[in-house]
């Protein structure tokens, strides 16, 4: 059964910085695909940023610049350093096997002004 456990959110104020992680286990972390995704309050769940098995990457353009996404596969575990961050940024963010179709539960990052 797969599993995905994401850590790193919290509060922090606007221009800051927040890493998140988030450790696969129960699939060949090393063949999917995977992504960070974002829902706020009273939006849709999109995008933020995905990686290939090949660490071919993409960002949402809000994101570009800002954030970067990367994988460690000896250790099951995908990041996102978020830098820079502003208010808009604010949401849960959920880590995602975009080719499995596995999400995590989500954790909150909140930015104040």
């Known amino acids: 059964q797969a599993q995905l456990v994401e850590s790193g959110g919290g509060l922090v104020q606007t221009g800051g910085s927040l890493r998140l992680s988030c450790v696969a286990s129960g699939i060949s972390f090393y063949w999917y695909t995977m992504g960070w995704y974002r829902q706020a309050p009273g939006k849709q769940r999109e995008m933020v940023a995905t990686?290939?098995?090949?660490?071919?990457?993409n960002y949402a353009d809000a994101v570009k610049g800002r954030f970067t996404i990367s994988r460690d596969n000896a250790k099951n575990t995908m990041y996102l350093q978020m830098d820079n961050l502003k208010s808009d940024d604010t949401a849960v963010y959920y880590c995602?096997?975009?080719?499995?179709?596995?999400w995590g539960q989500g954790t909150q990052v909140t930015v104040s002004s």
């Open positions: 990686i290939t098995n090949a660490l071919g990457t």
């Open positions: 995602h096997v975009v080719n499995g179709d596995y």
